[in-house]
């Protein structure tokens, strides 16, 4: 039955009983409705070759930095025949691959960016917008190879587009190692629900000439672009509309207007966009690329060049300056020195090229420096010269261009380091040392006083164990493992726009903090501390009405951060709009609660066995959201009992929907049909989620009360402790 060729699958037996190796029919597929705990555990230590003790900070304290850096600059003129440099230099294409490894960043969740190393995997590493930089990477391989453990991808490629600016000449504002690599594909980032790669815009927005319309958390304008399209909206050039896609666009990516028109201008001083070709006679994306091209994607097809002068990349073909491996003034000296037209590429993607220019103003051929090209804009670029705010800006930095050298500097160290979360986690020695409002500054806080002496007069107030508990889990729940914002530490939750969210019910939050706030300052301890330090008294409280006797772990050490410490309007992203651990939701929203638990699980870096014991140990303890008594399945609130989970698995009820509201559902007692308490959709999918009830069916069995006790501890101190990044995990 078997060929002589053991490698050859033609012709073989078909293995009926093999493992599920391929992604044919999941129990997604066939159950698409079914809730994705992928999210949670999808970066264990399986997916880690480099091992459990492997410790990455610790690996770069021996990295040669200098040596480094010599390296890669080295490498920006070392022209490799497989792959020829455009005018002898890299500069262009890493600056590009950092840009699309950072670019992909969202404010919305803080998911993207270039902190993980993820542009090595699908879908990034396939998008359309990402043609060729699996060259740049390739490029940079025999680097990570000599340096191994000792530099992360992730840092690597943040590192070699930063030394290219430095290599054209711009003075950079710094940069920090600390960015760790994962090993898998993500599974929690939302890239949108097209089906096809650069599907139309439409399917993103509400209205496609209303570009705030776009569905959040997405940032680009279609599916496989960074940021927006350069031949315009759909592809059709219009420079006013591009305009406005592109602010609502860097609006998501965390920019204001100055840092966008930086950012593009600096962007498109060095190298050039490739499209001389088509786009037929390209190979697959490395996803889908044949086995023997080993991961390298978009290659010219046989008896095509695709290299050099030949490449096809975006099917835009040009530079925009005059010397594009030269950090300088080209690209406003181009863009408004001219008059510009549309034109069609030779790929025939849409591009403005200039209507008149003189021979010695065109930039160089990349292989042959005696023939000169057409400079191109895209529409994005024409976007900067129509649109009025943008063109006051670049008429400011075209007056003063030292502020367009410093503004474009600090626009690219935020736009390459803004996921990495505070300075506290930077690393190396070009860390700059000025305070920047968008990495969240907290002052450190103390760690010398009595803190059993501060949880005494903490207990001593009327603070009700729902009222210590419920504020501290608002304070902390704001940590997004994303782009590691929030958290607990500096006590925000006291400063706008926190202190006024619906879901941090205001007019209670008000009155804890009129109770903890003159105990932190008689005691000069830090607010942020004594909130936490609350909760934990009431966990204890809680924990001893239902006969246990815990200590909660608690690390002082946080700080209060200040107004002028905080960009309140940053913070808006991330205003908690549902809650499921709270059981709370502020609207109806299009997708179902028990996704928005798991959204918020992922974020807060927990698992799904933590997250099933947090909700239902604040649901017994009375944490809801406004006092509401959905999901609390226990005649003793107010202490940490199994009670959640022991009524939710006992059969002796039953479960239906109360008329009236699809969204509540009753337990009843099943013989005399009484109600015994009312529920919401997520406390009812602990129950019917096979996945979630077997954690359930764990913490109700009659052996676990101490083990339900502890693991609620331990996931609580985790939430609490998500933003300590001056504690060891």
Not at 274 to 290: D, T
Not at 470 to 493: E, H, K, M, P
Not at 505 to 511: D, F, M, Y
């Amino acid at each position: 039955m078997m060929d002589g060729n053991p490698m050859n699958s033609a012709g073989k037996c078909p293995v009926m009983h093999g493992s599920h190796t391929s992604t044919a029919a999941s129990n997604t597929d066939w159950w698409p409705s079914a809730l994705n705990f992928d999210i949670l555990h999808q970066h264990d230590r399986k997916t880690n070759p480099l091992g459990p003790d492997f410790n990455y900070r610790e690996q770069l304290k021996s990295l040669d930095v200098e040596a480094l850096k010599n390296d890669i600059r080295a490498l920006m003129t070392d022209s490799q025949e497989w792959w020829p440099a455009d005018w002898g230099s890299y500069v262009g294409m890493f600056a590009r691959v950092t840009w699309h490894a950072a670019g992909s960043y969202r404010l919305g969740d803080g998911r993207g960016g270039a902190g993980t190393g993820n542009q090595r995997f699908a879908p990034l590493n396939s998008w359309p917008d990402n043609n060729n930089t699996d060259k740049g990477r390739r490029l940079l391989w025999p680097i990570k190879k000599k340096y191994g453990n000792k530099i992360s991808w992730a840092d690597l490629i943040v590192l070699a587009g930063t030394i290219a600016y430095e290599q054209a000449g711009l003075k950079t504002f710094g940069f920090a190692f600390g960015r760790e690599d994962i090993w898998h594909p993500e599974k929690d980032i939302y890239w949108g629900a097209e089906k096809e790669f650069l599907e139309g815009s439409e399917s993103r927005y509400a209205d496609v000439t209303k570009p705030d319309t776009m569905e959040n958390p997405l940032a680009a304008v279609q599916m496989g672009l960074i940021y927006v399209n350069p031949e315009g909206v759909n592809g059709q050039p219009d420079p006013a509309a591009t305009a406005q896609h592109i602010r609502e666009t860097f609006a998501r990516m965390a920019m204001n207007d100055e840092e966008t028109v930086a950012l593009t201008a600096g962007g498109h001083t060095i190298g050039k966009s490739h499209g001389n070709g088509r786009a037929e006679n390209m190979g697959a994306e490395p996803e889908g690329a044949a086995l023997h091209e080993q991961g390298l994607g978009w290659n010219a097809q046989e008896g095509r060049r695709g290299i050099g002068r030949d490449q096809m990349v975006s099917g835009i073909e040009g530079a925009w300056t005059s010397n594009p491996t030269k950090w300088d003034m080209g690209y406003f000296d181009m863009l408004f020195g001219h008059e510009w037209e549309l034109r069609k590429s030779p790929a025939g993607a849409w591009q403005w090229e200039p209507v008149d220019i003189k021979p010695e103003d065109m930039p160089a051929d990349v292989e042959d420096p005696s023939i000169r090209t057409m400079p191109i804009m895209t529409d994005a670029d024409m976007a900067m010269k129509v649109d009025p705010v943008y063109r006051a800006i670049c008429e400011k930095f075209i007056a003063d261009p030292a502020s367009f050298d410093d503004a474009f500097a600090r626009a690219w160290f935020k736009l390459t380091h803004r996921d990495m979360g505070p300075k506290a986690r930077y690393v190396g020695p070009d860390v700059p040392s000025e305070d920047l409002i968008w990495q969240d500054p907290v002052p450190a806080g103390r760690t010398d006083y009595d803190v059993e002496g501060l949880k005494a007069r903490i207990a001593a107030t009327d603070l009700t164990v729902a009222e210590m508990v419920a504020t501290a889990w608002d304070s902390a729940r704001t940590f997004r493992g994303s782009d590691l914002r929030g958290g607990a530490n500096g006590a925000r939750i006291r400063l706008a726009p926190q202190k006024d969210w619906a879901g941090n019910e205001p007019e209670r939050l008000a009155r804890v903090l009129s109770v903890l706030q003159p105990i932190a300052d008689e005691a000069g301890v830090p607010l942020a501390d004594v909130i936490v330090l609350a909760g934990n008294v009431g966990i204890e409280k809680a924990a001893q009405a239902a006969g246990h006797a815990i200590t909660v772990p608690f690390a002082p050490g946080r700080g209060d951060a200040t107004e002028e410490q905080t960009d309140a309007a940053s913070f808006d992203a991330l205003e908690p709009v549902h809650d499921g651990f709270r059981n709370w939701l502020k609207a109806d929203f299009a997708v179902n609660a028990e996704e928005l638990l798991l959204d918020r699980a992922q974020l807060l870096g927990l698992t799904a066995a933590e997250m099933t014991v947090l909700l239902g140990g604040l649901r017994v303890i009375g944490a809801n959201h406004g006092g509401s008594k959905l999901g609390v399945l226990t005649d003793r609130e107010g202490a940490l009992t199994q009670d959640f989970f022991v009524n939710l698995t006992d059969m002796a009820n039953r479960w239906t929907k109360a008329q009236g509201d699809a969204e509540v559902y009753e337990i009843r007692d099943r013989k005399t049909d009484a109600v015994r308490w009312q529920a919401s959709r997520v406390d009812v999918t602990v129950g019917s989620n096979s996945i979630l009830r077997s954690y359930a069916e764990v913490y109700a069995q009659d052996d676990n009360a101490e083990k339900f006790v502890r693991d609620f501890v331990a996931a609580w101190v985790k939430v609490m402790n998500a933003d300590r990044f001056d504690i060891a995990a």
